[in-house]
């Protein structure tokens, strides 16, 4: 006959073998019925979806309600193009456009800085004009070049001349081109007051025994009075084109600008913010895998743009 103690330890042994049949039993995979896997199907791709989309907010460093579809702020979308011909037609307006405010004031100043330049210059080549303007008056004849031309060849008009020799004609009108050629071409000389050939000046020639034609620069009177001349021309010229250096350092400020505010408008839309920030370059991308039928594992990649 059994003592108590010897009952209660059968009773004990009962119980943990009927543990052991249990968990062996339930070890054993239970086949999955179609209904079940099907709805666990479904679960896994609306999840794979919803991270998936859930990116787009993460890349952007977007927050709240107000985004497109792209996860960008709708208030902070720019562009490019518009920018750039903002900037196209007012430098520094296209970075005022997408939020600068230290570089339209650089753009700007530069365009007026330009444009003051230009003005100055051109003022200051109108003057210098003038100077030799008066000095060509007051040194250059008409009268004597005729008179070159009439010893010579026998005629007032140098269009009436066909000597190589004479291959400009003085335009009727003291335009530009009349300033010019007086003092550019040798053929023009004894229209200066000062010339002279070899030491004899215009007066002491005569229809007997007048000048020889010029041929060459042998033959060419000199004239102190027209080399300076030259260098007051000259001198005008030179300020002239400092004043057009302005104006195509104006075009190459509106292109700069035009352009910079088309690709950084451009770089931060794609970028999804109206800012620069740290998080426009941090990319996650989330994916639902699954190495098990009943098991399904996401994974989250990180990566970072420099």
Not at 171 to 183: A, H
Request: aromatic share 14%; hydrophobic share 35%.
């Amino acid at each position: 006959m059994l003592t108590g103690y010897s009952q209660r330890s059968l009773f004990s042994m009962a119980l943990l073998l009927v543990a052991v049949c249990a968990s062996a039993a339930f070890a054993v995979e239970m086949p999955q019925s179609t209904v079940i896997e099907q709805d666990l199907q479904a679960v896994r791709y609306e999840f794979a979806a919803a991270v998936t989309a859930g990116d787009y907010l993460i890349a952007a460093g977007a927050t709240g309600d107000n985004t497109d579809e792209f996860g960008n702020a709708e208030s902070s979308k720019k562009s490019p193009f518009k920018a750039f011909l903002l900037s196209a037609a007012v430098p520094g307006l296209g970075q005022y456009y997408y939020g600068s405010k230290v570089k339209p004031l650089i753009f700007l100043g530069a365009e007026l800085a330009a444009w003051g330049m230009h003005i100055k210059w051109h003022g200051d080549g109108d003057d210098a004009t003038q100077v030799y303007h008066d000095y060509n008056h007051d040194h250059w004849s008409e009268e004597r070049y005729s008179g070159y031309l009439q010893m010579v060849y026998g005629e007032t008009d140098d269009e009436d001349v066909s000597a190589q020799e004479v291959s400009h004609h003085l335009p009727d009108t003291k335009v530009q081109q009349y300033y010019e050629m007086t003092g550019k071409y040798d053929q023009f000389s004894w229209g200066w007051d000062d010339a002279t050939l070899d030491g004899r000046a215009y007066d002491s020639y005569s229809a007997g025994d007048h000048m020889p034609a010029i041929t060459s620069k042998a033959l060419t009177p000199e004239s102190p009075n027209r080399m300076y001349y030259e260098g007051l021309r000259d001198d005008a010229n030179k300020k002239y084109d400092k004043a057009n250096k302005m104006i195509i350092a104006s075009i190459a400020n509106h292109l700069l600008s035009a352009f910079e505010a088309y690709f950084v408008t451009k770089h931060r839309y794609e970028k999804g913010s109206g800012r620069d920030s740290a998080f426009t370059r941090v990319k996650v991308r989330t994916s639902l895998k699954s190495y098990y039928e009943q098991l399904d594992t996401p994974f989250v990649n990180l990566s970072y743009k420099f």
